[in-house]
């Protein structure tokens, strides 16, 4: 993992894929705070170095039918000044105001989402993975107006302390009322956090400050009046002896559809060969049902297969390249392996074979 840059520090340098590590808080006010961090003497054994304050516009996006919220992803646009990037954030998980989430970030020219739809970087590439030819509608902005401090012990920066007045901009409405919060980042997740978590114990024993519950996507979410769609349910999949034999065709269709709609975004996104695997599992449990039950179901129903069929294809072209690297990386791990420069050109080929199968599938 990369050390985490300052969060006043906009990253016009190489993308980062990182887990960001930092804890939110609010309760006091931040006058109060910033008076308790630019005391004369810092807290033993810390430095406090004050930055600039900095002024930032982030702007949240997703598909029309929450393509990137299927995923378990947050998409957000920052600007400051002249510079931008893009960012792709995991669901937090969250406890006693400490939130930890994988962040995968790149530069973007001028902050336009057209940019970002025509990247070759890694947000830029999970984007066109997941929404394809789907356009980015913008949910709402939160315009920050940001305090950053750096924290430092024994010559090392450890952290920084960033005390955010903020507000959400829906289009169409007035903004929100302005809210504060203050954040505490880790400088990098292969750090010790026992120095930062002891100098914010100093902190929350010097101020009331208490964990904040929500993410400011889900304040904007909660003040913009929008509400992801739920998982996706096609009905009942419960099945007892008293239902006749085409409820019971249903209810199996609708069983492994749900988890061939589950299992969608995974592999769209191609990270975890297992979400592909499991996706044609059900694909093929699919197309078993259908051949089962052909006499029980109503003939449009039936035509179903075809896309099946399609579908099943494609998956079974990448699985199948998914498989050879799997078994050639278990290869090279054995004892007694093979010179590893002469098996790289076959692994390289059959990347190649599996990036263009991707192509091809996502596509479809």
């Given amino acids: 993992m990369q050390e985490n840059p300052s969060p006043n520090a906009l990253r016009s340098a190489p993308p980062v894929d990182q887990e960001e590590i930092e804890?939110?808080?609010?309760?006091?006010?931040?006058?109060?705070?910033?008076?308790?961090l630019t005391r004369s003497s810092a807290p033993s054994p810390y430095r406090i170095d004050v930055e600039p304050t900095v002024e930032i516009v982030d702007r949240y996006l997703d598909t029309e039918d929450w393509r990137l919220h299927r995923a378990g992803l947050v998409l957000r646009i920052r600007t400051r000044g002249a510079e931008s990037e893009a960012t792709l954030k995991g669901f937090s998980s969250r406890e006693n105001g400490l939130v930890r989430r994988r962040e995968i970030t790149?530069?973007?020219?001028?902050?336009?989402?057209?940019?970002?739809?025509?990247?070759?970087g890694p947000v830029g590439?999970?984007?066109?993975?997941?929404?394809?030819?789907?356009?980015?509608?913008?949910?709402?902005?939160?315009?920050?107006n940001r305090r950053v401090f750096r924290l430092a012990t024994n010559g090392s920066r450890i952290g920084t302390i960033a005390l955010d007045r903020f507000v959400v901009a829906v289009?169409?409405?007035?903004?929100?009322p302005e809210e504060t919060r203050v954040e505490v980042e880790a400088a990098g997740s292969d750090e010790p956090l026992g120095p930062v978590q002891a100098f914010l114990d100093q902190l929350r024993r010097a101020l009331p400050l208490a964990p904040v519950e929500e993410s400011k996507f889900e304040v904007g979410l909660r003040l913009s009046g929008l509400v992801p769609p739920a998982p996706l349910r096609f009905g009942e999949t419960r099945i007892d002896r008293g239902m006749t034999i085409e409820e019971v065709a249903f209810a199996v269709l609708r069983r492994q559809f749900t988890k061939m709609v589950a299992h969608e975004p995974g592999t769209r996104l191609g990270e975890d060969p297992e979400e592909l695997h499991d996706m044609r599992v059900a694909t093929r449990?699919?197309?078993?049902?259908?051949?089962l039950f052909g006499d029980a179901l109503p003939s449009p129903v039936l035509r179903w297969t075809i896309?099946?069929?399609?579908?099943?294809?494609?998956?079974?072209?990448?699985?199948?390249?998914?498989?050879?690297?799997?078994?050639?990386e278990a290869w090279e791990s054995v004892d007694g392996r093979p010179d590893e420069g002469a098996l790289a050109p076959l692994t390289a080929e059959l990347r190649a074979r599996r990036d263009r199968a991707r192509r091809r599938m996502l596509a479809r």
């Fill in 285 to 291: 449990r699919l197309r078993a049902a259908l051949r």
């Fill in 171 to 176: 289009p169409g409405r007035n903004p929100a």
């Fill in 125 to 144: 590439r999970r984007i066109e993975s997941l929404c394809g030819k789907r356009s980015l509608r913008a949910l709402f902005a939160v315009r920050t």
């Fill in 307 to 328: 896309g099946l069929k399609r579908t099943a294809s494609a998956l079974g072209e990448v699985r199948d390249l998914d498989v050879q690297l799997e078994d050639l």
């Fill in 23 to 36: 804890w939110q808080l609010s309760g006091a006010p931040l006058e109060g705070i910033e008076a308790w």
């Fill in 106 to 120: 790149e530069p973007l020219p001028h902050g336009e989402r057209e940019a970002l739809l025509r990247s070759t």
